[in-house]
């Protein structure tokens, strides 16, 4: 509300300030009538899981040593079974909490692409691999 000062308004003159107490007053019933005609979110996303097969047997973690090879067909085998690259992850973390933790040895063909051989080398460090090495360099020689 706006209070008169006796010095600058005169009696019988009207007072020429807005009054707007009753325009936020509208707006917040507005406000609050938009927000309870707002739907409530009911959005479902549809996703297919994969479901375990009981006959699927994952190929075996030796505990000693685990051989990885890369093949000119662009095939990750993990110990002669072929895998992909989020497969061959979680047998590396299998692997890594194991004690002693076994040994990971990776062999790449000679005439396999590299950008294949630089995402399995990714997965292995993104899992920590500590104990890795590389079998099979003598077949170099000849490739180049």
Not at 23 to 49: E, F, G, N, R, S
Not at 77 to 102: E, F, K, S
């Amino acid at each position: 509300m706006a209070m008169q000062t006796t010095g600058s308004n005169t009696e019988g003159e009207p007072m020429m300030d807005i009054n707007t107490t009753p325009l936020i007053d509208v707006m917040l019933v507005l406000l609050i009538m938009l927000i309870i005609t707002i739907p409530p979110q009911t959005h479902a996303v549809k996703l297919d899981l994969p479901q375990n097969n009981p006959n699927d047997q994952p190929p075996p973690v030796d505990p000693v040593k685990n051989k990885v090879v890369i093949t000119q067909a662009g095939a990750v085998l993990w110990n002669g079974a072929p895998v992909n690259l989020i497969q061959l992850r979680q047998y590396l973390d299998v692997t890594q909490q194991m004690d002693p933790i076994p040994e990971l040895h990776l062999q790449p063909e000679p005439t396999a692409r590299y950008e294949l051989v630089d995402q399995v080398l990714a997965v292995t460090k993104q899992a920590k691999v500590s104990k890795m090495g590389f079998v099979g360099n003598e077949a170099y020689m000849t490739a180049f």
